[in-house]
């Protein structure tokens, strides 16, 4: 069995924005459930103890937790690459400083459009796009390097181009393009996000075009949907082989929305280690290498390339987590995304509230 | 010219799999054994000329082949983003 190369530490479900894909599980876990610091810092040096080179600090929103710097130091001290994934509104130059102190290494920073009045209609919080674009300042007058993460989708496609401008006024050394992945409360909003094949062609011709005339100055990282593709997208390298979250709880997770799944039960770090969960558990054995894998996957010549796809995705619109990501053309459940996409076109999000 | 590492970018021993690898925002790489030599050289104060020396010292090899090699690899770890000049 490989060893981890990156753990994702969900610090909280609190944030300040609404989100209408956020990936966060439908039910959320209230701010009095979460880990502590000190178990937080008992995670990372167990992580970097089973091979863990690297932690995401995500959320929610990871500046939401008061003990975020001491949580930065933790992870610095436990030997990992630090990347702090935030929408920003939170930030301030003196907790910038505080977390690169605490030995900070990477921000992602993520904006929902390009213009304020869209960016702040999806993400559901006035005043949020000139708190980025502060936020952003700091990060570079904290010597940081910054990637901008933009999650795209049928009502902000149009903006890319302008997303491309966002991202070298705001000084990212690298643009992060990704498509909504349907599950959680995205799949809730699916109508009003998923986008036509025409937006997509023309979003892939913009990011193109972009890359080849931004060499050097701007990278830009593109993740393609695969409702209009053939082949699935492919699952982190496999269901439990690189890759492991801890949710705000303490649950150990084999992906972000693992808990999405019904039926699964996931080890948690006040009563498991994490090396007896990623080698032990029930909830990572359950999908990893292709041994579980029914037909088509089964003995398919890409088996070991998409591992079948998502498990979540195949959860979510067949009810067998086992079964054929539907984004397989092989997938008997194929059409459904040709029909998810015949329905689409609502305008308005549905909102959570939280709190 | 004095490399050293950009933003966000450093050299990290992988104890769990036994080998040096580069870290840096979204990437990882393992280098190979040139530019780890020449890696766990750069701390911002050596120019690539005492870079040199050092090599030339440690492999016991002729001063103006080592000073090739380096150059050409301190200019593709710039080229990649894992250092700056
Ligand atoms: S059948 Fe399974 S393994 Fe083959 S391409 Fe489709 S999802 Fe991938
Ligand atoms: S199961 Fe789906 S959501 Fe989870 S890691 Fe795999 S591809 Fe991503």
Redesign the interface.
Known sequence: MK?P?ALLAELTHRCPLRCPYCSNPVALTRGSAELTTQEWARVFDEAA???C??VHLSGGEPTARRDIVEIVGAAHAA?L?T?LITAGVLLDAALLGRLKAAGL??V?LSVQDADPAGAERIGGMKGAQERKESAARFVREA???L?LNAVVHRQNLSSLPRLVDIALAWGA??L?VAHVQYYGWALRNRDALLPTRAQLDEATRVVIAAREALRGRL?I?YVVPDYHAARPKACMGGWGSAFLAVSPSGNVLPCHAAESIDGLVFPNVRDTSLRAAWEDSAAFNRFRGTDWMPAPCRGCAHAERDWGGCRCQAFALTGDAAATDPACALSPHHGLLAEAIAEAGATTFRYREFG | MTPRF???V?L?H?R??ARW?V?A??R?FVPDDTALAILRLVDGVRDVDAIVDDLAQQYAAPRDVIATDVRAMVEDLVAR?ALTG
């Open positions: 060893p190369l103890a089973i091979g080179l690297q030997g690459y990347n290494d990477h992602q010597g940081l390097p990637t050394a690298r992060e990278v990282d | 950009a933003p966000g450093r990290h992988d769990a799999r690898i870290l925002p979204e990882m983003g």
